[in-house]
């Protein structure tokens, strides 16, 4: 690259390709490279949301560790679960993010922010270190205005938001 390049998401994702450890996922938030070591209770719990999810959303419009390009200065993100619209090119009704210790500012920071300017009406951030589980809502003007906090075991009541049904979280593994 030369000092010409701009330095664009393609540019970065390329640059890492063949260079992410075997178990890491590579996440771009605000023009930073993150390598994230995929554990055993990050996947269960992302799992458990999959199959839930499944009574509602057909295969195809679930997906995980996925790119996901969002506003702000280079953020390409691979959410742990991704619930996409009905509608063929209708974003992201829901996403939620599994808390990894060395990443969990960016969840709670500047990727909420970003799924919040970019209208993802419905963020989930399951924490298996507080054994919590906090949900975002109503995202306007680049934030969320509608915040709820509980503790694994109280279900997850999303059956007035766009994803219409209600997530058990007493299976959830903390650690």
Known sequence: MTDGDALTLDTMFE???GRVPEGYKSEIVGGHIFLTPQRDTHWDI???IIEQLRARYPRKR???DVRM???GHLNGFAP???ALGKAIGQGAEFVAEVISRET???DYGPKK???AAAGVPVYLIVDPYTGEWHLH???EDGKYHGSVCFGFGIEIDLARTAVGLVLKTDEFPRG
């Open 15 to 17: 640059w890492l390709e």
């Open 46 to 48: 992302t799992i458990n």
């Open 62 to 64: 679930l997906l995980s």
């Open 69 to 71: 390009d969002c506003p």
């Open 80 to 82: 742990d679960v991704v």
């Open 104 to 106: 969990a500012g960016n």
């Open 113 to 115: 922010d970003a799924y």
């Open 137 to 139: 809502t109503l995202p």
